[in-house]
């Protein structure tokens, strides 16, 4: 499994630096782009899109890490991998999540045909799903410790703490993105058109980061459920 992380990691790194050469080249200053028109938002766009590179990086190292302590779950004075039974509620979380998604991609669908009212309904909705998401994960974490039957040296159960946690933690930091572009939504004079076009953008990346973040936490569950 060695090789497998070490795949996993180069693929990050390569991702990465490729968007990074992208970023240098400055697009959004390329000459024939108009003040004030769409392509003035790329910079944003690729900024986001290297972070995401970053943080699948970092996801893959978690992943590689996981399977090999998986795969050498018995003796070498480690302690031996125990099967976690993983919640129920986490399939609910899971399509709380789905939802989610489901609510910001519908509010970016309603920006790009200016109806800001339906958009700021989906936004908060996509919000409050979110929270109640992590609220199901937490709730997964003390239904899982009540049992009594794990503790932080079982290794699959240390993961199961880690892995929705990392993932959590990126999930925190996008509501607050999320929570800032809701307030300029409900604030928006849809007069202005070059307001109202940022705020498409920020519509828009929110939407890719929250898709990024579902598609992340499917490989995860999956993962977890492999246990």
Known sequence: MMIALVIAMLTGITIWWLLVQR???????????????????????????????????LFLVFVGAYIMRKDHGHGGGMHEWVPVDDPSVLWLNTAVLVLASVAMQYARGRMAHDRVAPARIAFAIAGVLSILFLVGQVSAWVSLSATGLYTVATPAYSFFILLPAVH??????????????????????????????????????????WHFLLLVWIGLFWLLLST
């Not at 003035?40 to 943080?55: C, E, H, N, Y």
């Not at 928006?188 to 076009?197: I, Q, W």
Request: charged share 15%.
């Open 168 to 209: 959590g933690l990126h999930l925190v930091g996008g509501l607050v993105v999320l929570a800032r572009a809701t307030t300029r939504l409900w604030r928006v004079d849809t007069a202005n058109v070059v307001a109202l076009e940022r705020l498409r953008m920020s519509v828009s990346l929110c939407t890719t980061y």
């Open 23 to 57: 970023l240098k080249t400055k697009p959004w200053t390329e000459q024939g782009v108009i003040p004030g028109s769409q392509d003035t938002m790329t910079a944003p766009r690729t900024g986001l899109f290297v972070f995401l590179a970053m943080v699948s990086s």
